[in-house]
Nanobody
Framework: QVQLVESGGGLVQAGGSLRLSCAASGRTFTGVIMGWFRQAPGKQREFVAALNWFRDSSYYADSVNGRFTISRDNAKNTLYLQMNSLNFEDTAVYYC???????????????WGQGTQVTVSS
């Protein structure tokens, strides 16, 4: 059963921007930490960004820090990932994830979406 639904992926030229969205499927967010991950072909899934829902604090991987911004809209119960200055290395399937118990921002997530493809062309 799908717990999270991502949207907003697509094809963008290098240097461009995209905003990804994540919404709970038939429920509201209950996780302590919400996160974004990505997986490129032939590579392991890697952490991108996370937000502590209660503290409203964010964390970023070094590879995206300064270019990506994670945020939320409480009224819409939606999580966002604003991606700026995109480059070829950002090409991947991006996943939204929900951590129900907290602890760390890069692991221990319980719910996952099916992913949305982001392709950056030169």
């Amino acid at each position: 059963q799908v717990q999270l639904v991502e949207s907003g992926g697509g094809l963008v030229q290098a240097g461009g921007s995209l905003r990804l969205s994540c919404a709970a499927s038939g429920r509201t967010f209950t996780g302590v930490i919400m996160g974004w991950f990505r997986q490129a072909p032939g590579k392991q899934r890697e952490f991108v960004a996370a937000l502590n829902w209660f503290r409203d604090s964010s964390y970023y991987a070094d590879s995206v820090n300064g270019r990506f911004t994670i945020s939320r809209d409480n009224a819409k119960n939606t999580l966002y990932l604003q991606m700026n200055s995109l480059n070829f290395e950002d090409t991947a399937v991006y996943y939204c994830a929900e951590n129900l118990i907290g602890g760390t921002y890069s692991s221990g997530y319980n719910y996952w979406g099916q992913g949305t493809q982001v392709t950056v062309s030169s």
